[in-house]
């Protein structure tokens, strides 16, 4: 079945980089998103990588994908404060009505 | 860009009532809206994809007597948890896709700001 993992804490000092990694299943998956969960509120899409592609760069942002392991990371450059809040992993299905399932999040905390 | 609003943002009920949560798309049509839930530092289970005029698709293990979905619009989708108890107690979560960016786009997935249930 499908199944998203990824680690559920990270902490980081501010000005550091943060890199989060998740690993899944599906070798079917369409697109691989991460999503971020500020407290109390739902969730909003940063980024997302095509499974054909190997690595996409947005602003502090830079998202790499390893497709023969079903790895992928995502990298905060030049993390700040505003940045903790948590993080999860998606992959999309092909078929189904774009079904996606989540990773259990990982919980970025930054440290002044 | 898309927003899809939830109401309401919390709500605290008693034991034995029933409970609607509104998703509603507010400047783009959905015919497909999913319901998730999220316990405290968990994830998010998807519940059930709601799909327009149609009837409901339930993931495993959820009870479909039990949270009733109803889609009756292209921007409405409501879940009713019916016959609550504090094990329902939860963070209620609805997302929808952008249909118009559906065929080309990324399956972005637009989530509404939760509703909180506590159930006494």
């Known amino acids: 079945g499908e199944d998203v993992e990824q680690s559920l804490f990270l902490s980081v000092r501010e000005g550091d980089s943060s890199v989060i990694n998740c690993t899944y299943t599906?070798?079917?998956?369409?697109?691989l998103y991460w999503y971020k969960q500020e407290p109390g509120a739902g969730l909003q899409l940063l980024t997302y990588?095509?499974?054909?592609?190997d690595m996409k760069q947005d602003q502090r942002l830079t998202v790499l994908l390893n497709k023969k392991d079903k790895h992928l990371s995502l990298r905060i450059a030049d993390t700040q404060t505003g940045d903790s809040a948590i993080y999860f992993c998606?992959?999309?299905?092909?078929?189904?009505?774009?079904?996606?399932?989540f990773g259990a999040g990982t919980r970025l905390f930054v440290k002044a | 860009g898309a927003v899809v609003s939830q109401h309401p943002s919390w709500v605290i009920c008693k034991s034995g009532t029933s409970v609607k949560i509104e998703c509603r798309s507010l400047?783009?049509?959905?015919?497909?809206m999913f319901w998730y839930r999220q316990f405290p530092k968990q994830s998010l289970m998807l519940m059930a994809t709601?799909?327009?005029?149609?009837?409901?698709?339930?993931e495993q293990g959820v009870e479909k007597d039990k949270f009733l979905i109803n889609h009756a619009s292209l921007t409405l989708s409501t879940l009713t948890v019916t016959s609550a108890h504090p094990e329902d107690s939860s963070f209620y979560i609805c997302?929808?896709?952008?249909?118009?960016?559906?065929?080309?786009?990324?399956?972005?997935?637009?989530f509404g700001e939760g509703s909180r249930l506590t159930v006494l």
């Open positions: 997302s929808a896709r952008h249909e118009a960016r559906r065929g080309g786009g990324t399956g972005e997935l637009f």
């Open positions: 709601s799909n327009e005029g149609s009837k409901a698709t339930y």
């Open positions: 990588i095509f499974s054909n592609m």
């Open positions: 599906d070798s079917s998956s369409t697109y």
């Open positions: 400047d783009f049509q959905a015919t497909t």
């Open positions: 998606a992959e999309s299905m092909v078929g189904g009505g774009f079904k996606t399932i």
